[in-house]
């Protein structure tokens, strides 16, 4: 079993960076492709970017694609996802998760959820 924890969340201007964090417990987070996913209230959850389970291989929404970069440090049991010229439809609860399937866009496909964290970017 894996036990996600979001952090990096926060306020920021429009333009703006933030870098996510989720750090993973257990020793099998190499197994697992990982994923970010955003929330609005009332929305459904969307996947913004997935990585492998090497890092070698990554995939991005189309919204966030050129903007956002996602990474991972096995030796740390770390995903991170950079944000970058940040605009107010960014502004969202980031998860990450876990999962057997690389590039999967589905909330189905992720077994493990992290908790959440805000990110609110303001114009």
């Known amino acids: 079993q894996v036990q996600l924890v979001e952090s990096g969340g926060g306020l920021v201007q429009a333009g703006g960076s933030l870098r996510l964090s989720c750090a993973a417990s257990g020793r099998t987070f190499s197994t697992y492709a990982m994923g970010w996913f955003r929330q609005d209230p009332g929305k459904e959850r969307d996947n913004v970017a997935a990585?492998?389970?090497?890092?070698?291989?990554?995939f991005y929404g189309n919204s966030v694609k050129g903007r956002f970069t996602i990474s991972r440090d096995n030796a740390k049991n770390t995903v991170y996802l950079q944000m970058n010229s940040l605009n107010p439809d960014d502004t969202a609860v980031y998860y990450c998760a876990a999962g057997s399937t690389f590039g999967a866009t589905s909330m189905a496909r992720y077994d493990y959820w992290g908790q959440g964290t805000q990110v609110t970017v303001s114009s």
């Open positions: 990585i492998s389970r090497s890092g070698v291989n990554t």
